[in-house]
């Protein structure tokens, strides 16, 4: 046996941890990635996180492995939070899932990987006397095959997980409440329980029988595998849980404002249909208006019938719309809007004109208008100003909507639009998620941008034709 057999031992360890950081490092950087608004950081908590735990490990009269480890995660966190102050919940929750899933993962591969050397040494074992001093090299060649399955099994199950997770947080820019963040973190504070315990016993084993507590013992190892599955079974259980509640909640939401669009659409019907019945009433008293003029100027009294002729005038021109878009229920709702802008002292104008003779629904053209006026103007001031147009080229149909805005728009990133500053933001921003989807109905798009004091919303249809 080699008088240096211990140092290449040594070396091997050192190999197979470092390489295990390095994994761990980069599934961190992997679930990060998506929850951090400058992308490039993620190298640097990846980058904090390996030096750290490297560094820590190596000055053992400071921390043990499980504080090294422990400080190093919390060394990353502190980068992730400098880096982005957004949503501070959800990193805690997915720091501590992976201060689990990171443990749980490696623990299985070494399980495995001590199974598997078990079966491979009583296998041997039927050919070659391993307690020869000579069959060193048997030893060591297993001992180096063992920690690279290892690391190489926690790695794929590690990264693995990790994919699982970022697929399932569909809704990764939100901000959590402390409720939703406790329910979320649970499974992942039960698996910390366990890992103390499974330290604390493995520390007084130790102590107590003087040998290591991870000496192979297959229907132990077999226990703690299965342990390791149901601890990770239930983290994903209640992501996928709390995800599906989420959904629902939001998809309540959207139907709940449909529903208030579809009232909203009923209103604007009935006011046309209230209009042409008014119209159609004129129309059938124009005669009798006509013989009451001429009686009145027969008889002389040409005063008596201007005043008639004025006063039916503006009968009149109640039954018009200052503006006319080409569709009776887009008339409806650029006349409401105007009225209602107009009350609030915000100066509107309009030229919209509606897409006749092409696949665009009037339905479709009505829940972009309504939803898209209605924020602006809300967002207007008084003195402010809210303007709308059109424009079609072939098959090519862009609705904008503008007003004049002193605040600053926060965009959010992932859904392209603005966040909403109401308190209750569940319960709100669905009317520009409504643009977005008449949008992609028509294979089209939405845009926002702020220049200066104004907003603009742009909304493009891929019309029929």
Same mark, same amino acid.
């Given at each position: ?77 502190? /980068? ?71 690391? /190489? ?206 696949? /665009? ?76 989807? /008449? ?27």
């Amino acid at each position: 046996m080699p008088e240096n057999i211990d140092m290449l031992y040594q070396i091997v360890s050192d190999v197979n941890f470092l390489a295990d950081q390095l994994i761990a490092a980069i599934c961190l950087l992997i679930l990060c990635r998506d929850f951090i608004k400058r992308k490039r950081g993620t190298g640097l908590i990846g980058s904090v996180y390996f030096f750290g735990v490297v560094f820590l490990y190596y000055v053992p009269f400071l921390v043990d492995g499980f504080v090294a480890y422990s400080l190093a995660l919390a060394a990353a966190f502190a /980068v992730f939070v400098w880096l982005d102050r957004r949503n501070i919940k959800m990193k805690i929750f997915l720091f501590a899932t992976f201060f689990v899933i990171r443990w749980i993962s490696f623990s299985i591969s070494s399980k495995i990987s001590s199974l598997l050397s078990v079966a491979v040494l009583n296998l041997a074992g039927g050919f070659l006397d391993l307690s020869d001093p000579a069959m060193w090299w048997f030893h060591f060649i297993e001992a180096v095959l063992s920690a690279l399955s290892g690391s /190489v099994l926690g790695g794929v199950v590690l990264y693995l997980l990790v994919r699982k997770i970022n697929k399932m947080l569909l809704y990764k820019q939100e901000n959590l409440e402390w409720r939703e963040m406790l329910l979320m973190i649970i499974p992942s504070a039960n698996g910390m329980v366990v890992y103390g315990i499974f330290r604390f016993y493995a520390v007084a084993y130790e102590h107590e029988m003087g040998i290591s507590f991870f000496q192979p013992h297959i229907p132990l190892e077999l226990l703690w595998i299965f342990c390791y599955v149901v601890i990770l079974a239930v983290i994903v259980s209640v992501i996928t849980l709390y995800q599906d509640i989420r959904k629902r909640r939001e998809d309540e939401s959207r139907w709940l404002m449909l529903e208030s669009q579809m009232k909203d659409m009923q209103t604007h019907i009935t006011g046309v249909e209230r209009l042409y019945n008014g119209i159609r009433g004129m129309k059938h008293d124009i005669k009798n208006h006509i013989e009451i003029i001429n009686s009145l100027i027969a008889q002389g009294k040409t005063k008596e019938a201007r005043e008639y002729s004025n006063s039916l005038s503006e009968t009149v021109e109640t039954f018009d719309f200052t503006i006319k878009t080409g569709n009776p229920v887009t008339d409806m709702i650029l006349h409401e809007k105007m009225e209602s802008a107009l009350g609030k002292g915000i100066q509107f104008s309009a030229d919209f004109h509606y897409p006749v003779g092409c696949g /665009v629904d009037a339905f479709d053209v009505s829940v972009v208008l309504s939803n898209a006026l209605s924020n602006a103007i809300e967002a207007t001031e008084a003195g402010g100003f809210v303007r709308v147009y059109s424009f079609r080229n072939k098959n090519a149909y862009l609705i904008t909507v503008e007003n004049s805005f002193d605040g600053r728009l926060d965009i959010d990133e992932e859904s392209g639009l603005p966040k909403t500053k109401k308190k209750d933001k569940k319960a709100h921003g669905f009317g520009l998620q409504n643009i977005k989807s /008449v949008a992609a109905k028509y294979y089209g798009d939405v845009l926002i941008e702020q220049k200066e004091n104004k907003v603009s919303l742009k909304v493009m249809l891929l019309a029929v034709v």
